[in-house]
């Protein structure tokens, strides 16, 4: 558990307001959940005290608000009519409890994070269109969902006018709210308005008579706890108005059947609304997800036992609770407080209140939850999200909530195997110094329904190729997959000229990494390229760093095989900038490359001799001079030249006269016109020719080069070397080489 970090006197009145506000929100809900799950209507309350007071307290979470959730109204309703009687039900939910509690004392909270995204939607999207269809009617007058349409037509000449205007209205006041944001962040809940609104109105409405007035079946019915003066009194009155589990069912499957639904519904919907409050809590504190499906677990053996509907951790309370300023855990036990008291002292005004407001709170409680916005982001996320998403709201709106699950659960699965059987591996050709190797990357678990892709795929690398089998980010190999990949290896692969390099297995499978291709440049290889394919191979290289597709290196073998001696196909000569790393810029491996590197750069005597010995000697075939577009050795000289500064005041200015000869080599490529106005230029333009001049600078390099030194201008002649500018944009990583 996460201590809060604001000292007591700060949090607590912050605290004790937001739980008042999560109570004025939550009275209405925890009566509307119960009217949605066709249960008395105290059980709901019930529940709301049980949620806010034990579970608030036993929770490890500081901002989640428990108590009696939409989200299960099918599930209740559901199970209510199958077990027959609300007594049994009771049962179900305590064994329900049970379930939890082992659930988190077996830490099982991780759990939530196999269950696919698109089912977890179409869940909640499910029980919108539920709450939809079943409070609708109540909304228009009812005092019955209908059964068919026979009833249907029946009940449309019973339906109470004063009713109808009552859930009508509440409908608009509660989405007009939302549409004002003025309103809808303010601290006033909508859902208190509605029901004192409804109230409001029933009251108006009952001079009027029949028809217009409110009759008793459109009223909420609580059982009163009296008008007694003492409060042990008022206690004993609510404890005989509390239902109980019927225990003689203790012997009926069907009761176990319902409180694994109950159980897993329950606890899925907690885990998910934990992961939601923990994102908008403003500390950021993560909330223990096994601890919470324990103290789930006892609120609900308990709230079983008082004849209250199951309890989840809610995001309508949770999230109305942050945003009201509650900081610990106190605002929901507080809440749950109020909760108690109002049932013992304002039981009587509770049935004032008007079930068609309360169904008007729960139509748009699902309207939310099955918006056409999420229908159209599941839509443009694709069909292997939104096939899913679809299904599991039909399976369960046309069966049942654990029914329909399941069914999106298969769906779901079924594509993720799909697309394993499609594509179970990532196959890429890697062109290396060495020649062609088509690498194979396995995914993180690759089981026995990928062996007839990798086997096909395998029968594909032709004869007397290279195939690398990477397993770097493989946790588990079926044991016929590795059947398979050491056949090929030791019988296939040696029949067809094939050589297999492996990388990345667990020790485990015994396949130890061998890399059997060339990819580092040897004599053979030095010798063969010209000047042309040498050039050609760092282009290749460099596209792709810049798009991420490095080649696949041993370089421990690497620095082994080369530790004998360097056989490069081109010498860098670079300014010393830590942004222009030659080898990641090329992509290049252990020695591939021959890299000097000075301020500027600028050539002199010590330069050009560690060129001629590169290509004379160690054998380069081709000499690039790179410079870069964001060079501040070329920025100072720019502004040092352009502000008509000496070279003596350069020189003082860094302490030392070994960087004026650097400033002097650079100082050639500078037009003195350009200065004019330059230090008015912004920064971009300043830029822009800062990269001007690292451009000219790299021209007059190359013909420095072939001018001052012989023996390389007698190389290029005869065609063995070549040398070539390039420049290098810092910002990009782009490279333009210079014709």
Request: aromatic content about 6%; charged content about 15%.
């Amino acid at each position: 558990m996460t201590l809060p970090t604001s000292p007591a006197y700060a949090t607590v009145p912050r605290d004790l307001t937001a739980g008042l506000v999560v109570f004025l929100v939550a009275l209405p809900l925890c009566l509307g959940v119960a009217l949605a799950s066709n249960a008395p209507l105290f059980s709901g309350l019930v529940a709301g005290i049980v949620g806010g007071i034990l579970v608030g307290i036993l929770s490890g979470s500081q901002t989640s608000v428990s108590g009696p959730a939409a989200g299960l109204t099918a599930v209740v309703a559901a199970q209510i009519v199958l077990l027959g009687s609300f007594q049994a039900f009771l049962l179900a939910v305590v064994v329900a409890g049970v379930i939890q509690i082992g659930m988190g004392v077996a830490r099982a909270g991780f759990l939530s994070a196999f269950f696919p995204t698109s089912v977890i939607k179409g869940l909640l999207a499910a029980i919108g269109v539920i709450l939809i269809c079943k409070q609708f009617f109540y909304v228009l007058g009812s005092h019955r969902t209908p059964n068919g349409f026979a009833q249907l037509v029946e009940d449309v000449g019973t339906l109470e006018p004063g009713a109808a205007v009552i859930g009508v209205l509440s409908v608009l006041l509660l989405v007009g709210w939302d549409q004002i944001k003025v309103l809808k962040y303010s601290p006033i809940p909508s859902a208190l308005l509605v029901v004192l609104l409804g109230v409001g109105l029933s009251l108006v409405f009952q001079p009027f008579g029949a028809g217009w007035a409110v009759t008793l079946s459109h009223l909420v019915q609580v059982p009163a706890t009296g008008e007694a003066a003492d409060l042990w009194t008022l206690l004993e009155d609510f404890w005989a108005n509390l239902q109980h589990p019927d225990f003689s069912q203790w012997q009926n499957p069907k009761v176990y059947m319902a409180a694994l639904t109950i159980a897993a519904v329950a606890s899925l919907e907690t885990l998910l609304n934990l992961q939601a409050v923990d994102k908008i809590d403003p500390q950021q504190r993560s909330s223990p997800p096994s601890r919470e499906l324990w103290a789930q677990g006892v609120g609900n053996v308990v709230s079983g036992l008082l004849g209250g509907l199951p309890v989840t951790s809610v995001i309508v309370r949770s999230s109305v609770n942050i945003n009201a300023g509650g900081r610990t855990k106190l605002s929901a036990v507080f809440h749950g407080i109020l909760l108690l008291v109002c049932v013992l002292f304002l039981a009587a005004r509770l049935n004032m209140i008007p079930l068609s407001c309360l169904a008007a709170i729960l139509v748009v409680t699902g309207i939310k939850l099955a918006s056409p916005a999420l229908v159209r982001q599941m839509w443009a996320e694709g069909k292997y999200q939104f096939t899913p998403f679809a299904i599991t709201i039909a399976a369960i709106v046309l069966t049942d909530l654990l029914v329909g699950v399941l069914i999106g659960l298969g769906v779901a699965v079924s594509f993720i195997l799909w697309s394993n059987l499609r594509r179970p591996i990532r196959t890429i050709v890697e062109k290396h110094l060495g020649g062609d190797v088509l690498k194979i990357e396995l995914a993180n678990q690759v089981s026995f329904l990928n062996r007839a892709s990798l086997a096909r795929t395998l029968d594909q690398v032709p004869a007397g190729g290279h195939l690398l089998l990477d397993a770097s980010h493989t946790d588990y190999i079926d044991p016929d997959v590795l059947d398979l990949i050491r056949d090929f290896k030791d019988v296939t692969a040696p029949a067809r000229g094939i050589e297999v390099s492996l990388l990345g297995f667990r020790t485990k499978y015994q396949l130890h990494d061998q890399i059997q291709y060339v990819d580092y440049s040897t004599r053979e290889l030095q010798e063969a390229v010209t000047p042309a394919q040498v050039l050609d191979i760092l282009k290749s290289g460099h596209q792709r760093f810049r798009t991420g597709q490095q080649l696949t290196r041993d370089f421990g073998r690497q620095v082994s095989d080369t530790a004998d001696g360097e056989h490069p196909l081109a010498l860098v000569f670079s300014c010393i900038d830590a942004r222009t790393p030659v080898e990641h810029i090329f992509d290049a491996g252990v020695g591939d490359i021959l890299s000097v590197r000075i301020a500027g750069p600028v050539a002199n005597g010590n330069e050009l001799g560690s060129m001629e010995y590169g290509c004379v000697v160690a054998g380069a075939k081709l000499i690039l001079v790179m410079g870069h577009t964001r060079c501040r050795v070329v920025h100072a000289v720019v502004d040092d030249v352009c502000a008509s500064a000496d070279l003596d005041s350069q020189r003082a200015k860094t302490g030392t006269g070994n960087l004026g000869m650097i400033v002097e080599h650079i100082q050639k490529s500078i037009a003195p016109a350009e200065c004019v106005g330059l230090n008015q230029r912004s920064a971009q333009e300043k830029a822009v020719h800062v990269a001007i001049v690292s451009r000219r600078n790299v021209a007059r390099l190359v013909d420095s080069i072939l001018r001052e030194s012989p023996t390389l201008a007698e190389l290029v002649r005869a065609g063995r070397i070549a040398v070539v500018g390039a420049l290098y944009d810092d910002a990009t990583g782009n490279l333009e080489f210079l014709s």
